[in-house]
């Protein structure tokens, strides 16, 4: 099915688990995309990204049958983001990653054409502009979705927790009980990110999404990314998702402090 996937047909495709269109006709802002170094430009106005989350708020790890989501309270500012390229303040919703069934390829965005073997995304929306995740998931400024680049190295304490409590969701639809986690342990330290308006990588594909997108990845051992170990095979992780838009559509600052 590789094949079927070349870039010509990719856009006709239809995706073989959602019966949906890979990507939205005309669409100006869609991920993931390949972020070329040269490309990314230097912007002096972009701020640190500021991230306080309340570890209280995480309720519950899900498997929907296409990943594991880990999600989170979002009834009030408890866990926020804020600064980086953001208006405003935006509410942490859940956080769950892409990895592929072999190890050198996982991640939905690419760097310069590398692929990691996994990318985490913590999802948050605007709480200051709409009513409900549901209603930002369809504005253009109403996600904004941290990604996290995973690379094999030393195994990662924070992570370990999460992977311990996995085998109990193997199959699809079951949900269970996770609290007091807190998710910026799994994001790296130094500041460096790079930013752009894109969209979900998965159907529906709205084009809602702001991605701040860490600079430095976090390491995490094989045996922590071999999570399909734990899990039922997930939704396909053939590059018919890997839709490279090499198209210069999209703006790509870069924010970096000497680190
Ligand atoms: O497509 B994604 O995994 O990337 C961004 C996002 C946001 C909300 C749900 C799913 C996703
Ligand atoms: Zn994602």
Known sequence: SLAAC??????AALHPLWQ?????????????????????????????????????????IWNN??????????SADKSII????????????????????????????????KFYPAELHLVHWNAVDYPSFEDAVMEGNGLAVIGVFLK??????????????????????????????????????????????????????????TWIIKKKPIEVDEDQVNLNFTLLPQRCSEPVFHQQFSGKTQKLSVFSEIC
């Open 6 to 11: 070349s870039s010509k047909t990719r856009n």
């Open 20 to 60: 949906s269109p890979l990507t939205i006709p005309g669409g100006t802002r869609q991920s993931p995309i390949n972020i070329q170094w040269r490309d990314s430009v230097y912007d002096p106005f972009l701020k640190p990204l500021k991230i306080s989350y309340d570890p209280t708020t995480c309720l519950h």
């Open 65 to 74: 049958g296409y990943s594991f989501l880990v999600e989170f309270d979002d």
């Open 82 to 113: 804020v600064g980086g390229p953001l208006e405003n303040q935006y509410r942490l919703k859940q956080f769950h990653f892409h990895w592929g069934a072999i190890n050198d390829w996982g991640s939905e965005h690419t760097v310069d054409s």
């Open 152 to 209: 094999l190295g030393a195994r990662h304490e924070g992570l370990q927790t999460l992977v311990d409590a996995l085998p109990a969701v193997r199959h699809k639809d079951t949900v269970i009980e996770f609290d007091e986690f807190d998710p910026s342990c799994l994001i790296p330290s130094c500041p460096d990110y790079w930013t752009y308006a894109g969209s979900l990588t998965t159907p529906p594909l709205t084009e809602s999404v």
